[in-house]
T-cell receptor, first 115, second 113 residues
Framework: DAGVIQSPRHEVTEMGQEVTLRCKPI?????LFWYRQTMMRGLELLIY????????DSGMPEDRFSAKMPNASFSTLKIQPSEPRDSAVYFC?????????????FGQGTRLTVV | AQSVTQLGSHVSVSEGALVLLRCNYS??????LFWYVQYPNQGLQLLLK??????LVKGINGFEAEFKKSETSFHLTKPSAHMSDAAEYFC???????????FGSGTRLLVRP
């Protein structure tokens, strides 16, 4: 398997624009997590899915953020409208819950810069 | 809710010296604990994990961690630091009921020549 694949790797956008980050989890994994990493706040869990269903979105900072998982092999994180304080590295991770508390596998991340 | 605390945001050691990165957990039930490493501009990679099979867990790159229930700790060690170990290290706990993976604040390891 190619691992967790995120796109794009880098995104630069202007304030007010819509941004969509994409993630393809490892095949067969039933949990998908979106994290945000900043110097100030470290690694924050934004939302996670189990079997394509959002389980906990309490980490989503504002209504400007939304996430979807239309099928087992694809998820998106959307920010609309984007603001400079959204600049961060966004990671997607997946894990196989069917084997218990296994490790999560991370993508390479998307570095978002909002100017 | 379960959580982990990493003491020391930065740790600096000389090449060849012992590496000790601290992690304490809060959990009322046996936890599932992990150590991850992040190299610059990369995602997180698993170093090792504790799943109650053994209290001393060996991982990749010569790292190991010992689970101590009496101290609620899961510290990461390596007998001899290498320059290539310079990275950020994260301790994490998997919540028993929700399967959420909760991370500590991270410790940046610097290795001096």
């Amino acid at each position: 398997d190619a691992g967790v694949i995120q796109s794009p790797r880098h995104e630069v956008t202007e304030m007010g624009q819509e941004v969509t980050l994409r993630c393809k989890p490892i095949s067969g994994h039933d949990y998908l997590f979106w994290y945000r990493q900043t110097m100030m706040r470290g690694l924050e869990l934004l939302i996670y899915f189990n079997n394509n269903v959002p389980i906990d979105d309490s980490g989503m900072p504002e209504d400007r953020f939304s996430a979807k998982m239309p099928n087992a092999s694809f998820s998106t994180l959307k920010i609309q409208p984007s603001e400079p304080r959204d600049s961060a590295v966004y990671f997607c991770a997946s894990r196989d819950g069917g084997r218990g508390h296994t490790e999560a596998f991370f993508g390479q991340g998307t570095r978002l810069t909002v100017v | 809710a379960q959580s982990v605390t990493q003491l020391g945001s930065h740790v600096s050691v000389s090449e060849g010296a012992l590496v000790l990165l601290r992690c304490n957990y809060s959990s009322s039930v046996p936890p599932y604990l992990f150590w991850y490493v992040q190299y610059p501009n990369q995602g997180l990679q698993l170093l090792l994990k504790y799943t109650s099979a053994a209290t001393l867990v060996k991982g990749i790159n010569g790292f190991e961690a010992e689970f101590k229930k009496s101290e609620t700790s899961f510290h990461l060690t390596k007998p001899s630091a290498h320059m290539s170990d310079a990275a950020e290290y994260f301790c994490a706990v998997s919540e028993d009921s929700s399967y959420k993976l909760i991370f500590g604040s991270g410790t940046r390891l610097l290795v001096r020549p």
